[in-house]
């Protein structure tokens, strides 16, 4: 039961890119899935998070209004859609998925951000 984050790359300031995140298995539906970063020198910090049935969605300060998170429980898969990135997006983007107080991480996939 471990996530497989996909999607990352290069990307120039203001374009944009798409992640998406699967994980195995029948039981998908009941485990809420999150997005981290993780820049060089910096904390792991939450990106967007939804909630096992998609109603709840959260995201972090510094990304809402550019990325949006989905997802389709008949797909096993979770969407981090970033639109307008900057180059403070760079970072190792890890899927993480979470059901009965245990959480399971993704490897991770590196998105930079440059011209």
């Known amino acids: 039961v471990q996530p497989v984050e996909s999607g990352g790359g290069l990307v120039q300031p203001g374009g944009s890119l798409s992640l998406s995140c699967s994980q195995a298995?029948?039981?998908?539906?009941?485990?809420?899935m999150s997005w981290y970063r993780q820049a060089p020198g910096k904390e792991r910090e939450l990106v967007a998070a939804?909630?096992?049935?998609?109603?709840?969605?959260t995201y972090g300060d510094s990304v809402k209004g550019r990325f949006t998170i989905s997802r389709d429980n008949t797909k096993n898969t979770v969407v981090l859609q970033m639109n307008n990135l900057k180059p403070e997006d760079t970072a190792v983007y890890y899927c993480?998925?979470?059901?009965?107080?245990?959480?399971?991480w993704g490897q991770g996939t590196q998105v930079t951000v440059s011209s």
């Open positions: 298995g029948f039981l998908f539906s009941r485990f809420d």
């Open positions: 939804i909630s096992k049935d998609g109603v709840s969605i």
């Open positions: 993480r998925s979470a059901w009965n107080s245990v959480a399971y």
